[in-house]
């Protein structure tokens, strides 16, 4: 096993048998070692430091009925939201003075916010904050869209491919919607020049062995600047409310796996890995990850950008989060730098 790590390490590559015999064959022991081995790798490409990006949760309607998600359209039980332009700036403002240097605007897929709209907000947002880089994450829309959103001022985009199986995909997803359109649009992200973001759920319905070494290829083959993984949380307000949590152990092992695969690549330690474990973070960032994406969303309507049950920092202001994970990473030995951040391999521009 420890062979198949070094090599793994050394040759940033597996083929699809050994990795599916690594994830199914590790032991605690050797887990440890890849976690240790990936944290290396990324310390001599990043140091001792942890990224931040201020995440700002626009709007909680959706038209998608993802059946894992608590936001789905379907949901009657979700209490809508959305900011206006100006609740979207004040946000942006806010975390400028915390510092931040990168806004994601995550949101539901929903057209109330039309093209134009979109890049008035991105065009904004660039104008008063040139040194910031601005990550859209508001799913499928069509090329000419994000065309206009990144000449608009908009750098990055995040996109998650959920799963890399179509099989497994249409187990996640009704029929109306695609897997060749949420890879097209993937690539079309990429060829437009934005630095672009994968990822997927750990342990979602369904999910076997083969789907992960899938994944893992296709963000190998992808070679996307970011990639936001973190385990599935079931929500009681789904179809999935009785399936069950994803691993954290499993997402730690993926996080390795990854930054050995993709050394440069922006891997966030996500909410919901801090949701599935107190210090699941933390762990996430020994195992590899370089990022957190602490909330500047209105503490009015955090509770309500629920996409799993129990979500950690729907209650605390942004300037405590910030502070919070400031505190949780220099107790593991890490800083939290809150520059733009970009992975060195993508750096375009000044944009
Ligand atoms: N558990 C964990 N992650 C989820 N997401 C959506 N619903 C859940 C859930 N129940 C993830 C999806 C989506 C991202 C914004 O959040 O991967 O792309
Ligand atoms: Fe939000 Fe700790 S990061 S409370």
Redesign the pocket.
Known sequence: MRNLIDKLAEKNNLSDEELKYLIENISDEDLDYLNKTARKKADEIYGKKVFVRGLIEFTNYCKNNCYYCGIRAENKNAERYRLCEEEILNCCKQGYELGFRTFVLQGGEDMYYSDDMICDIVKKIHKEYPDCAITLSIGERDENAYKRFFDAGAARFLLRHETADKEHYSKLHPDNMSFENRMKCLETLKKIGYQTGCGFMVGSPYQTTDCLVKDLRFIKNFEPAMVGIGPYLSHKHTPFCDKENGSVRLTLMLLSIIRLMLPEVLLPAT?AL?TAKSDG?EKGILAGANV?M??LSPVSVRKKYSLYDNK??T??ESA??????SN?MKSIGYEVVTSRGDNIKFVKGDK
């Open positions: 909410t801090g973070r957190v602490p909330n950690i920092c209650g605390e405590q989060c910030k502070f919070c994970l949780r």
